[in-house]
């Protein structure tokens, strides 16, 4: 549940970062003020909130060559920041199985989102999960 927390932690500072340009550290400071958070799950969620930053365009990228006839910036805010979230865990965290961060994802649509919402983010994920399997040698 601690690991929940902190995606959730790090969804609400990158969905204020794309709405209204927040400093990543101001917001989520601003966040541990008013919610205290273990030291373990603080630094995995500012890893994924750096994360996602730092690889923004590619996140986007990846996000946007699955989704049929919308835009990433025609998306929901909510839907687009909880799978910027979970497609950096997908495409760039070495110690995660994929699932568990498209579990985690639906999970934080189903508070956040809107009645789509999980199935939405449930089949962009699923495909970057599955073309990040492919691309994986086999021993």
Known sequence: ???????EYAFKVIFQVDQVSA???TAFDYLLQENHLEDKSCSFAWELIQGCIKN????DSKIASYSRDWTV???SSVDRNIMR???Y??????????VIAINEA???????GDE????FINAILDRIRKEKKESIPQE
Not at 1 to 7: F, G, N, P, Q
Not at 116 to 119: E, F, K, L, T, V
């Open 85 to 87: 979230i979970a497609a």
């Open 116 to 119: 789509n919402s999980a199935s």
């Open 89 to 98: 865990e997908i495409l760039y965290a070495d110690n995660l199985q994929p």
């Open 56 to 59: 923004l365009p590619e996140i």
């Open 23 to 25: 400093s990543p550290r």
């Open 106 to 112: 639906i999970e934080i649509s189903k508070k956040y």
């Open 73 to 75: 910036a025609r998306m």
């Open 1 to 7: 549940m601690s690991r929940r927390k902190a995606r």
